[in-house]
T-cell receptor
């Protein structure tokens, strides 16, 4: 158990809808990262937050947004969903100066 | 050219064999290097962390970094069927952004 939690585990929704994925980092970790992993594909970095502020952006679509709250949990919002958004979405957290990231179990999103 | 290159495999070896997994990287600024193991549809799990060059050993696993050739390796001794997974390498610089390899799928045959 990495100490990173994600909810929900599974999400099934329809095209055009909006969903929110939630992540709670390890105790004390200030950084949260979001990744997308499509079937049998590598990890695609979406966005990073550090102590409530956006730190880095990767290949995140404009339909996607994220935020990190004062209690350091983070939410990833996906809107106007398309079939191609079906994927595993992982959250990772990091706290020290070593760069290690610890991953949550993921949220499996299915768009029908 | 991707900043971190990794052969996607699959790599299939018999149980008990020594496994060698490799990545190359292009950015000289990378200072730390990691190997993650990912079972199917699960979250990646940190296996090994190495800062700068050198070797690190943990049980059956050994990580090597050769900064002169920009080559990173993970060796698994006495491989077990439970080692069957996808292995991801990642490298990062002082900005703490990790660049990921595509992952190598490893299959250990009983």
């Amino acid at each position: 158990d990495s100490g990173v939690t994600q909810t929900p585990k599974h999400l099934i929704t329809a095209t055009g809808q909006r969903v929110t994925l939630r992540c709670s980092p390890r105790s004390g970790d200030l950084s949260v990262y979001w990744y997308q992993q499509s079937l049998d594909q590598g990890l695609q970095f979406l966005i990073q937050y550090y102590n409530g502020e956006e730190r880095a952006k990767g290949n995140i679509l404009e339909r996607f947004s994220a935020q990190q709250f004062p209690d350091l949990h983070s939410e990833l919002n996906l809107s106007s969903l398309e079939l191609g958004d079906s994927a595993l979405y992982f959250c990772a957290s990091s706290g020290g100066t070593s760069g290690e990231q610890f991953f949550g179990p993921g949220t499996r999103l299915t768009v029908l | 050219q991707k900043e971190v290159e990794q052969d996607p495999g699959p790599l299939s070896v018999p149980e008990g064999a020594i496994v060698s997994l490799n990545c190359t990287y292009s950015n000289s600024a990378f200072q730390y290097f990691m190997w993650y193991r990912q079972y199917s549809r699960k979250g990646p799990e940190l296996l090994m962390y190495t800062y700068s060059s050198g070797n690190k050993e943990d049980g059956r696993f050994t990580a090597q970094v050769d900064k002169s050739s920009k080559y990173i390796s993970l060796f698994i001794r006495d491989s077990q069927p439970s080692d069957s997974a996808t292995y991801l390498c990642a490298s990062g610089d002082s900005n703490y952004q990790l660049i990921w390899g595509a992952g190598t799928k490893l299959i250990i045959k009983p």
